[in-house]
């Protein structure tokens, strides 16, 4: 699911650089989201046990997260927050769809088309995340 997969990537490849103080440019996280959003899907195309994606994913991201120059303490705790903000945006903003919209969780993950408008949110969160941590950053820096 490209169409979920690559948007998903970039927000938490965007809630990533914010935890770690990274300077948001905007290619470099488009590029590293497609990356990891492939990544996923080539992976999800194997009959590998269910959540080997996330696990790789989160190697590559903190592998990168060093290889931009963060301390090793620095890209684990960044990518295990990253990864544990999207699970509880996903757990919590499909749960309260799937009320307010009085479905069930196996109709929403059996159509495509559901399960990209049913996860979008949780895209969003990430990006809205990423922004307010910023946005925090920059009035602490302020004189």
Known sequence: ??????????????????IAK???RGK?????GIFLGLIASLIRVYSIPFGTHTLALMI????????KGKEVT??????????VA??????????????IFNTSQ???????LKRILFTEPQV????????????????LNEP
């Open 1 to 18: 699911m490209l169409l979920q997969g690559i948007p998903e990537q970039i927000g938490v490849i965007a809630l990533a650089y914010a």
């Open 124 to 139: 969003i969160m990430l990006f809205v995340t990423a922004f307010i941590i910023r946005r925090k950053r920059r009035k």
């Open 106 to 112: 196996e109709i929403v993950f059996s159509d495509p």
């Open 60 to 67: 590559i991201l903190f592998l990168w997260l060093t290889f």
């Open 86 to 99: 999207l699970a509880l945006f996903e757990v919590v903003i499909v749960t309260i769809l799937i009320k």
């Open 28 to 32: 470099e996280i488009i590029l590293m």
């Open 22 to 24: 990274l300077p948001m």
């Open 74 to 83: 620095i890209s684990l705790v960044t990518t295990l927050i990253s990864f």
